[in-house]
């Protein structure tokens, strides 16, 4: 099938604070794997009602072979979306995958990882192959077909030979 | 018509902070209005969901006949739901109509206010008539036809003579 | 609180055959109680979707209240919409109030009740008072909230002295 | 990735009537195509609600990849939907990929194509792969996740060798 050049290897997460994980997560420990990370804001209306329900959806429907992160990216009110309260949303909301909190520069607007990223807001739902690079990028309202068939294609692809 | 009775004065608001108004309002304020007063929770599922919408409906619909009140009743998650974070919350999902917070015994759970109204949970819905007096309240996810039908009959109610 | 005036007498009903009742109806049979009378065609897609169901929780929320009678006002494709076929969508989507079928000139356009009440399309709701008057007709989506206050004023209408 | 096995070859259609195409199709003129079957009836509210929307979006989403074709097997309510109903019914519901009508015994129930498939009922999705074999089948409600991760590796699969 040749090999998928020219696509981003995903910069690593700055994450300060995780939930639903016993351990921080990182890219390499997931090296191998599927993963969807889904950067979302607790308080923005099209994470709660779209966002979040299509990431949850993932996760159950492709349990064992895709790894799917919450990434917490706040770039607006950030002292009404600290961990406290989004540990509470979490529990609320029955989201049991792992989620992340972005770093932030001082006060700054758009976290670490969101730039690092290049997320032009949220929800985003990033996928990344198997060989850590970033394969899609989708901000707003993902189409559940064109979802699903572009995570079957990674789930196929082989895992890389290790380094 | 006849009178109505046998219907419980609706107990005096306790709200330590006002959003989305100038002044602080009390029910004496609203004398011989039909006030809606929407109780819930930011963190809510179902509060996001199905009463704000509702309650936002009711506004529109009902503009100049009805006053719709929200009452920030937590009674869980104190520290996550603080007056910080619901500021935030009300501007992201365009709530645009005044809104308490309910006061707190301490760190307590059932908020003062929803004590007082008797209330089991959120989303509730309090329909308080022209005499103050508490006519309807209803718990989880309310009909429209239903509370369409019980606001028109309040509204149709004459104002009572200033006492 | 004074008499309604203003309002045009509902026309009567021109209907070719009935379901869901044993004995045609007629506005005099229904003298002295609130009809709603929702126009719709099987074929139609918004009737199916938005008019039958909102006539539906309308008959369950205003039983012993309201009478719902639909009217199969066909003005397109009268082939594809003949009795026989009404009658099996109104098994399949649980249609349980009175229907009736509206009379055609020839094979023309506009049925004939249809033409009386001056109807723009369908979905219609009409809303006819105790006194047999046409005094809401709302074409497309209707609301619920004030479908729901306008159909309490209706029902807290004295019934009118029998002539 | 070695050939895959032990699926049913797709049982010829037999259709009496075709809409929105000018020659009859059939699964030879499609061979080597990825070919998704939609069995519906015009009056089933599940086919309406979810299982057409569902076609459409899947004949949107993979054009000039997928070529979905639908079947209507009617297996009751014979006079009610007729291919002159049916007719109407495509041009009111906006389906604009082909239909053919399921031939029928006599009058009875379960019509010839849909009892060779051995559906279950309506609606169903079966996915029928480049070498014409039946690779899915889905009754009800489809999801949309694992559907388009379905159809992803049926059209990555090589089309066969002309026999």
Redesign the interface.
């Known amino acids: 099938m040749g090999s998928v050049t020219g696509f981003q290897q995903a910069p690593p997460w700055e994450v300060t604070r995780w939930f639903n994980t016993e351990h921080p997560l990182t890219l390499t420990d997931l090296a191998g794997e599927v993963v969807v990370l889904e950067a979302f804001q607790m ?3 099209g994470c ?2 779209h966002g979040l329900p299509l990431a949850q ?2 996760a159950r ?2 349990a064992g072979e895709v790894k799917v992160i919450g990434l917490h990216t706040v770039f ?2 950030h ?4 961990p ?6 979490l ?3 029955r989201v049991n995958f792992p989620v992340g909190v972005d770093a932030h520069e001082q006060d700054g607007g758009v976290p670490v990882t969101m730039a690092r990223y290049g997320l032009r807001g949220t929800p985003s739902l990033v996928m990344i192959d198997r060989a850590g690079r970033i394969r899609h990028s989708l901000f707003g309202h993902a ?11 990674l ?2 692809e082989p895992r890389p030979a290790p380094g």
């Open positions: 308080l923005c209306p709660v009602s959806r993932i429907t492709f607006e009110h002292a009404a979306m600290t406290v309260s989004l540990e509470a949303f529990f609320e909301y189409d559940e077909l064109t979802v699903g068939a572009a995570l079957a294609r789930i196929d």
